[in-house]
């Protein structure tokens, strides 16, 4: 025991890690919740924050004020590097510490995904991928910088690959982020330049999948497709990138030169398996029991993207709303168990069903025998998204950006922020001309 009042540490302060902690509200006992970052992201509209219609503070909060209603719980920013589960701590690295061993008596484990680039890690330079707050930033960078570079550019014939964007992979994300980039184009941005017109960017999305939103059922899959090549995305399935380079991408042996490449594939779990060195799935997420705790382990839970579990012989998807129960479920049975209760019965999952937006006012929802494409399924979309966002104020901000970005087809952020320095050029071949004494057409 770490001291007098059982200590509950929580690592993650995303959709399982905050559902726990709060769980955890009235417990007695000392929760302690660590993230390598100040924030609780809402990663669904990361898509919105990378094409500029939200900046990000109006989808990320600071933990510690998400919680500061909740006296027994301490947020620490720091970044967890391992685990002993025998002597029953975790290692914490901080600005100037490393190795800091801070004890548990309960553990939740909730330290979600990063990117895969299925064994090619040299695409990352090129194909930056959207997780966290600071990849949004720098996707809505490049493709801003993109058309501030072909503005700039004097020779035409250049326009075409600068302004070429290219989005490898169709599942939710994918397909967010091709609606988004077509309607900024068409909408936002049409008539703010002279030397280009930015309603000529060519938007392609591939995936080595048949359709696109695997997941969801063909007609949906198809409504999606439809939609995306009515607002004139160019839709190439059944081949992956081979190559992603400095000039763009190589499929099926062709060449698609592009300045932005943006990675919206695969995922990988966080090391959470390797810490604890216990049994994985192929993907290396940990194998849970029934209760999410680890085998052999009662005191020790993992939940959401980094888990893995069945139920009724599928495996759970890596979904926002498997993380937020999964969370709540460990949350409730350690303020059981701490209350003297007995532990409840195995966690299952209530599917609430899946969306995904497809530009502008047009979603596809599956939601048990409910099928829906259009507007309707827009509406709901909208009214989940701001549902779950986590505190009112940002729920009000969204919801009038949205208005907003709506009525006037203008952008919450259009910004683009160097954090690292203030170069202009984005990585390629050839050099951006800035002369802007003559202007051609
Ligand atoms: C672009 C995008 C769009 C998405 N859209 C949808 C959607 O529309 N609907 C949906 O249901 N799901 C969506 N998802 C998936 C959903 O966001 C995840 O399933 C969900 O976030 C998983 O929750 P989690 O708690 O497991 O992990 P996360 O929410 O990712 O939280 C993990 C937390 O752990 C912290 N962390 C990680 N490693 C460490 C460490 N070593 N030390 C300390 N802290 C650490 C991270 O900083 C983070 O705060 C989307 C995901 C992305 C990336």
């Not at 703010?192 to 048949?210: G, Q, S, W």
């Not at 549902?387 to 259009?414: E, H, K, M, N, P």
Request: glycine share 10%; proline share 5%.
């Amino acid at each position: 025991m770490p001291g007098s009042v059982p200590r509950v540490v929580i690592v993650g302060g995303g959709f399982g890690g905050l559902a726990a902690a709060r769980a955890l509200k009235n417990a007695p006992a000392e929760i302690v919740l660590i993230d390598r970052v100040n924030h609780h992201l809402f990663q669904p509209l990361l898509y919105q924050v990378a094409t500029a219609v939200l900046a990000t503070g109006q989808i990320g909060s600071p933990i510690r004020n998400i919680l500061r209603k909740q006296k027994n719980t301490i947020v620490i920013l720091g970044e967890v590097t391992g685990v002993d589960k025998d002597k029953k701590c975790v290692f914490v690295k901080d600005a100037d510490r490393t190795g800091v061993p801070i004890p548990y008596d309960f553990l939740v484990l909730a330290t979600g995904v990063t990117h895969s680039y299925f064994g090619h890690n040299e695409f990352e330079r090129f194909a930056p991928g959207l997780k966290s707050l600071a990849d949004a930033v720098s996707v809505r960078n490049k493709i801003l910088q993109a058309f501030e570079q072909a503005e700039a550019e004097e020779d035409p014939s250049r326009h075409r690959d600068l302004l070429t964007f290219v989005l490898v992979g169709a599942g939710p994300t994918g397909v967010e982020m091709a609606g988004a980039i077509a309607v900024l184009v068409r909408n936002t941005l049409k008539s703010e330049f002279r030397r280009i017109n930015p309603e000529k960017a060519r938007i392609v999305l591939l995936d080595m999948a048949p359709r696109v939103l695997g997941t969801f059922s063909e007609h949906l899959s198809q409504a999606a497709k439809a939609r995306l090549e009515s607002l004139g995305v160019e839709v190439r399935l059944g081949n992956g990138a081979d190559q992603i380079d400095a000039e763009g991408v190589i499929v099926a042996g062709e060449r698609i030169s592009s300045q932005t490449v943006i990675w919206t594939a695969g995922v990988a779990p966080s090391p959470a398996g390797k810490w604890l060195n216990v049994t994985t799935d192929r993907a290396g997420r940990v194998r849970v029991q029934q209760d999410v705790s680890v085998p052999g382990y009662p005191e020790v839970f993992v939940v959401g993207d980094t888990a893995s579990l069945d139920q009724d012989g599928k495996p759970l998807p890596g979904v926002a709303q498997v993380a937020i129960q999964q969370g709540r479920y460990a949350g409730n049975l350690i303020h059981r168990v701490l209350s003297g209760k007995s532990r409840p019965g195995p966690f299952r999952y209530f599917d609430k069903g899946n969306m995904a937006v497809v530009g502008k006012g047009f979603a596809v929802l599956q939601s048990g025998k409910v099928h829906l494409s259009g507007f309707v399924a827009w509406l709901a979309w909208a009214a989940v998204h701001l549902q779950f966002l986590a505190q009112s104020s940002l729920r009000l901000s969204v919801f009038l950006q949205w208005i907003w970005t709506c009525i006037t087809g203008q952008r919450g952020s259009r910004l683009i922020v160097n954090h690292h320095g203030g170069e202009l050029r984005t990585q390629g071949p050839q050099e951006t001309h800035l002369e802007l004494a003559k202007t051609s057409k």
